[in-house]
């Protein structure tokens, strides 16, 4: 039986096979006019990108290009080339002023117009931008691969685990997706990562996650404290990631307090300086409106660590009070579009001012007498009323009585 199922499948096989190879022909008749051998692009981090290849054309090449972008870039660049006798073409791109994230898809490809007017394009190749500068090592688990350069195999097999960690901290209100592989990129000092974001055109922040990319970059440095900051590093970039992934185009439509805020809920240990910062803060009466952090966090590193505190602080107050439900249907609200004050409103039914102002109230201890007040101030005229009332009445009576001795008199 087994055998026969066996033979049948072989029978299938080669038939697909042969299927497949009769179809070759045809492909490269499709492309009939230039052929590129052996096309290559060698990135040299932070300098230039090379690409070489050999375009054989079946008549003379009257003018060859080379186009390229980043994969989820728009825009594709263009640049001609010159051919030599044999067919070769060389091209530096200079990656030290139009930089490419780090860790991200290059794709390329060639066009060549011939002698008889007819342009023609190749097949697009592609390449990982990465940063070459360090001897990565990489273990893998599912579709998570940890690289780093520093510290033992244990020191990636423990980020692998914060990483599943992680997952397990925010799989209950972030729809976790590992369809597509995610790579988290682990320098040994912030300065190699500083260099790295320099490097690949955007500002450091801490750790960074290119969501799209889905590829995470922290600094974490071998020793005694490395797993409490794999604990919360990498569980925090995996946030933004998963969320992007559960969002899509909506993510961006996200105020920076709500992403930044879910991101540092699900930190398995977070920084133990929020609290004290929070105190200073709201002591100093320093507290940045939560309004101000919609669209983005300040530029300076001060300011930022209390902005980041605070969301953290301010979205477990909102999962406390409004539950999980209550967050998604912050997102959700979000999605639709809402801009940042509306969509609180919309979803828990409270101004993000009225929001901030009970957050403070009922989780830093502000303006303890207001509050105690306001909720006595029901009680308070129920008092006056029932006081004032008999006084007004004794007082009418003490008058009357007054009238009447005087009437008397
Ligand atoms: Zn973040």
Known sequence: MTATRNRILQIIVVTLLVATLSLKPKQAQAQEGIVVENPQAVPDFGRSITFTAKIKASSPIQ???LLFRGINEEATRVETLQVAEDGSVNFVYDASLNVFPPFSWVVYWFQATLSDGKTYTSEP???QYNDNRFPWREVSQANVTVHWYAGDDSFGTSALNSAGAGMLSMKDFIPLSLTEPLHIYIYSNVTDLRDTMLLGGREWSGGHAHADLGVVLVAIPPGPSQLTEMESKIPHELAHIMLYRALGDQYEKQPA???EGIASMVEIYPNPDYDRALEIASANNTLIPIVDLCDSFPADSGSAFLAYAQSQSFVTYIRDSFGLSGLSRLTGT???GFECDLG????LGASLNQLDARWRENVLGQNRTGVALRNLLPF??????VLIVPIWGAI????QKRK???QSK
């Open 334 to 336: 979000y999605s639709e």
């Open 380 to 385: 308070l005229l129920l008092l006056v009323l």
């Open 396 to 399: 009418d009576l003490v008058r």
């Open 125 to 127: 190749n592609r390449i």
């Open 404 to 406: 009447h001795a005087a």
């Open 344 to 347: 609180v409103t919309k979803a």
């Open 63 to 65: 003018q060859a290009s």
């Open 257 to 259: 307090w709500l992403v």
